[in-house]
């Protein structure tokens, strides 16, 4: 049977293309692009602040964080493992700006290097990260006067966040053009063209519209970059220290089984290396 197919604009490309509809998640239709092959989810007016709150870190959503402030010290591991991956990329110093910075457990880990800058929806986890030593993190959304304060970046970094950003071709634009020729921008996310993702189909783990709005392959995270000046200078699929509890969930929701849970106190710090090959990290260069 034929697909069903819809014409866009796609952000990724800058084409305007057919689309076809490969699956219908939660009543969403999940559309690739027949040029770029970019997943995206078929949303009309879609208003981050509605699903990004302090529930979506503390279990109020499906596919959210069950306790990430619970999960600290596992985490911040992951994260000083990250900086020091950074820092061995280069630039090793200078201004670093995370986009989507939740609690600024990354940006903790990173300023002892970097002057280090956030931006982050969430108005709890904006307020933890001011009362904590992060003055410079904003709450709500990346806008150009942001980037104009700070000036030109050495380093940006986005953990598992572009893909829930709409107008994702225009922030990495801003990045891209206020970064410095020479600098590193990092991006974490699903790997939609990975074997997991195409085995599991519309039960992938990071299949999870509308939080998740964006599902890229290696090939089109190049495209986006090219279209601003951004080189791919390394794609991987990292093992990431992951917290037990959030194991524990994304299995459950994998397998079917709809439950809610929470793991004593004593139990939280615990955290193992995974990698199922369906995550991966792009290291971009801005081009001189």
């Known amino acids: 049977m034929a697909l069903l197919k819809k014409c866009f604009h796609c952000q990724i490309c800058n084409s305007i293309r057919e689309h076809s509809v490969v699956y219908v998640v939660q009543g969403y239709a999940i559309c690739k692009c027949d040029e770029c092959g970019v997943g ?67 940006l903790q880990e990173a300023k002892s290097h970097y002057e280090v800058y956030g931006v982050e929806l969430v108005e709890d986890a904006a307020s933890y990260c001011h009362s904590n030593g992060l003055t410079n993190v904003k709450h709500g959304v990346l806008v150009k006067d942001d980037l104009e304060k700070i000036g030109e970046l050495d380093v940006a ?39 997991v993702a195409r085995m599991t189909g519309p039960k ?37 220290i992951v917290p037990l509890e959030l194991i524990l969930h994304q299995a459950c929701m994998m397998l079917g089984i709809k439950t ?20 991966m990290r792009i290291v971009f260069r801005k081009v001189n």
């Open 260 to 279: 809610k849970f929470s793991l004593p106190k004593f139990l939280k710090f615990l955290g193992f290396p995974v990698s199922l090959h369906d995550a």
């Open 204 to 240: 992938w783990r990071l299949m999870a519209p509308p939080m998740h709005l964006w599902y890229f392959t290696p090939s089109s995270m190049a495209k986006l970059g090219r279209r601003f000046g951004l080189e791919v200078i390394s794609c991987s699929h990292p093992w990431k």
């Open 40 to 106: 995206r989810v078929d949303v009309e007016n879609f208003d981050p602040v509605l699903y990004y709150d302090d529930g979506y870190f503390t279990g109020k959503y499906e596919h959210s964080y069950i306790d990430y402030i619970g999960s600290k010290e596992t985490l911040s591991r992951e994260f000083s493992k990250t900086v020091n991956i950074l820092r061995s990329i280069g630039p090793s110093q200078g201004s670093l700006l995370e986009v989507g910075c939740a609690y600024g457990l990354f």
């Open 157 to 195: 970094v986005m953990l598992d966040v572009i893909e829930h950003i709409d107008n994702v071709a225009e922030t990495v634009g801003m990045i891209a053009d206020h970064l410095r020729p020479g600098g590193s921008f990092i991006v974490t996310t699903g790997d939609w063209d990975s074997l």
